[in-house]
């Protein structure tokens, strides 16, 4: 065969995607799995039996060293070790064989060609290698078929936000199977500082999912090298969009292609982990979502968070420290040969830019058994992840006159609750908090938090910023909390009691000093809404209610995005020591409903209808509604709707055609001028 003659190539793109799980991938191009064997036909041979030679190449520079180019003949039977071919039949001019590649391959996009005898190669084409979590030998493997579905296939995912009171959630689309996600991941993996470094050591590194976990939860964050997202915490989103308002990774990923590689604005951490999420699942490494709410971001590596307040119980942005209402990260699951089987399974990696690793904003992996038993000590970032799930809490008062801090109290049980992520098959909420610590305030628990202080050096060393075990121990002579009264909605009034109770047996006349500041989820408080203040006296082992009531009109102005609001009362006792009384409330928007109209028939239009009623007594304008769905309609879909006056129902109508049978997601955003973001998801099973 002269080089000359290209040969033409059937690649078998149904039967092969059919059997490596990759037929949702809308694509012309050969996408497989590794470890498993494909089938091609190509003509343009005689004498095909005769030293049929085959190249498989990937990366800048091609070779053997680097496991990056395999040169194979064709065998009887499958290699266990390299590449292969098998020799399925041949005609008189067509040869059909079976590829396999090993099952630690390198994945990515690869260059196949043939050779015969002493001509030069001819080109067959390309085709993509990906993870197979299907297959016993691969790092990712995964046994439970239904989690492979959930954790590789499934394109709609739950992320559950709000805060440990009070959990909500919304549906995002990852959309990995879409258009050109597929290429965008790759180059996402040939954009990164390992790759521009050193490309060739880069790609040889790829066929180890720890390895790509790492170096992606880099990318996907626009800190050191341009990556995907550019994170925005300040509640001033100008110039990009509110993180709050993107409903999928496939637009995210889309514009960052399009503005040639510019990050995009703006993200927070669950549109990191969602778009990693993404990633991961496109190149098949099964990943989920992990939301842990209370969730302690230590600076200093000391396992403590302090949080400051001044005398008028204002929270003070002083220190690198803070505890967020909730934050959200990933776990992905494979081997880890580097620590010893019984830390594979779930790892964690975190793709918003927190603390620096290595010199760069990465986080990960870190396996979530070494963080249950308190290995700090282990690759990666294992004392950040633990912190974040173990720190105990400080609540300081400070005097900025004289820089001098009291302590009010500090808590070991405040950080990592209702650790939650998605149900496999089910769009219900699973608390996996046992699979990160020992049950709150067990011996067991103390104990890993011991030994993880200890690992870090933190048990022998003087740390002058720490309090003395006296002020720990302090006992408060009062106790209070903060109740809701009636429903946390935004357009409503905002109803508290704040309960005090005397614990002592004699009387005590309390100074209190209350505040509300609108916040976003990472507790940053951004606008002051109400202060007032209070002189009380309490009867011996008396218990009193004092109820607050902060209107719309006085939050409405205020209010983040996030919808959050920090209410906070620093009780001065008189000859007693302070007593800090602090809720965090996350309210909720006004309801959305979406009807589908008839039934949902591939390739045939079905109607759906989204109703909102304007609940405040103003009228809302610059109504929009987004709508996407992986399999339901291309791209997002973004709707005008007129003005609505007080109470006035709006109903809007839109056509779908689905491409694909079985149970889909179609996700609803609506915003306006009061209202923002609010979302909703509804299951659509479509028929053939």
Known sequence: ??????????????????????????????????????????????????????????????????KTLA??????????????AVLQSTSSNSVSVSISSPQNAVIGRYKLSVQ???????????????????????????????????????????????????????????????????????????????????????????????????????????????????????????GGKNPSSWTGSAEILQSWKKSGFKPVKYGQCWVFAAVLTTVLR????????????????????????????????NHLER???????????????????????????WQVLDATPQEQSGGIYQCGPASRHAIKEGEVDLDYDCPFVFAEVNADCMYWNYDSATGKKTLIFSKSTEIGVSISTKAVGRDDRVDVTSDYKYEEGSAKERDIFKKARKKLGLEDKFDPTAPTQEEIEQKPDISGKFKVAG?????????LLLVLENLQSDAKTVNVNMTA??????????????????????????????????????????????????????????????????????????????????????????????????????????????????????????LRIPPLKASEKSSTKFKLIPSEAGPKHLLVNFSCDKFADIKTFKMVNVIN
């Open 487 to 495: 429903s946390l909605e935004v357009g409503k009034d905002l109803n």
């Open 71 to 84: 040169t194979f003949g064709i065998s009887s039977t499958v290699s266990k070790e390299g590449w292969s």
């Open 319 to 345: 220190g690198a420290d803070s505890i967020w209402n909730f934050h959200v990260w990933n776990e992905s699951w494979f081997t880890r040969n580097d620590l010893g089987p019984s830390y594979s399974g």
């Open 517 to 638: 500041w609108s916040t976003l989820y990472t507790r940053r408080p951004v606008n002051e809404i109400w202060k007032d203040s209070i002189s009380v006296t309490l009867a011996p082992k008396e218990e009193k209610q004092f109820p607050i009531k902060i209107k719309y009109p006085e939050y409405q102005q205020q209010l983040t995005t996030d919808k959050t609001i920090q209410v906070t009362a620093l009780c001065h006792v008189e000859d007693g020591i302070q007593v800090l009384v602090q809720r965090n409330i996350t309210l909720d928007n006004p309801a959305i409903d979406i009807q589908v109209l008839g039934e949902a028939k591939v390739n045939e239009e079905v109607v759906v209808e989204v109703a909102f009623t304007n609940p405040i007594n103003t009228e809302v304008k610059d109504c929009v509604l987004q709508v996407e769905g992986s399999d339901l309609l291309r791209g997002i879909l973004e």
């Open 116 to 238: 015969l005898g002493s001509s030069s190669p001819a080109s067959l084409g390309t085709f993509v290698l990906l993870f197979n979590p299907w297959s016993s030998g691969d790092d990712v493997f995964m046994p439970n078929k239904a989690e492979c579905e959930e954790y590789v296939l499934e394109e709609f995912g739950i992320i559950f936000a709000g805060n440990k009171n009070h959990i909500s959630s919304f549906g995002w689309n990852f959309g990995q199977f879409q258009g050109d996600i597929l290429n965008i991941c790759l180059s996402i993996m040939d954009r990164s500082l390992y790759y521009r470094q050193d490309p060739v050591t880069d790609v040889s590194h790829r066929h180890d999912p720890r390895y790509l976990g790492r170096v992606l939860s880099a990318m996907v964050n626009a800190n050191d090298d341009l990556g995907v997202v550019l994170g925005n915490w300040s509640g001033k989103y100008e």
């Open 1 to 66: 065969m002269a080089a000359a003659t290209q040969p033409s190539t059937n690649w078998h793109l149904k039967e092969n995607a059919r059997e490596h799980h990759t037929s949702k991938f809308s694509s012309e191009e050969l996408i497989v799995r590794r470890g498993q064997a494909f089938s091609i036909t190509f003509n343009g041979t005689e004498k095909p039996e005769q030293n049929l030679i085959f190249l498989a190449e990937t990366g800048p520079k091609p070779s053997k060293a680097t």
């Open 282 to 313: 496109c190149l098949g490494i099964p990943t989920r979502t992990i939301t842990n709410f209370s969730s302690a971001h230590d600076a200093d590596e000391n396992l403590r968070v302090d949080e400051f307040y001044d005398a008028d119980g």
